[in-house]
Nanobody, 122 residues
Framework: VQLQASGGGLVQAGGSLRLSCAASARTLSNYAVAWFRQAPGKERDLVAVIRWAGGSTYYPDAVRGRFTMSRDNAKKTAYLQMNSLKPEDTAVYYC????????????????WGQGTQVTVSS
């Protein structure tokens, strides 16, 4: 599986961005897809994860209520809608995929896309 992340950019605090993660796979029905982020000098943290079959999602407290993850099965693309952005959301955002499981830590994911930079100015 190859993952291509896009959609990052510079936005003012309170603004919105939508990230996309396009996957090359015959089917994603047995996968979970997630977004992680990593700020300089910090660990890579989970932002959102979706179970492709069924679409159930999980968000950590830091983003719950502001970020929404969704997927388009026909396009094999996952999205991360980020609203009410804060300067502390500034990071490189990565998408990742895990086969036949839904882990919450980076070590549980089998495939990674390249990062996309999100910068939120105050």
């Amino acid at each position: 599986v190859q993952l291509q992340a896009s959609g990052g950019g510079l936005v003012q605090a309170g603004g919105s961005l939508r990230l996309s993660c396009a996957a090359s796979a015959r089917t994603l029905s047995n996968y979970a897809v997630a977004w992680f982020r990593q700020a300089p000098g910090k660990e890579r943290d989970l932002v959102a994860v979706i179970r492709w079959a069924g679409g159930s999602t999980y968000y950590p407290d830091a983003v719950r209520g502001r970020f929404t993850m969704s997927r388009d099965n026909a396009k094999k693309t996952a999205y991360l809608q980020m609203n009410s952005l804060k300067p502390e959301d500034t990071a490189v955002y990565y998408c990742a995929a895990a086969y036949n499981k839904r882990p919450l830590s980076p070590s549980g994911f089998d495939y990674w896309g390249q990062g996309t930079q999100v910068t939120v100015s105050s």
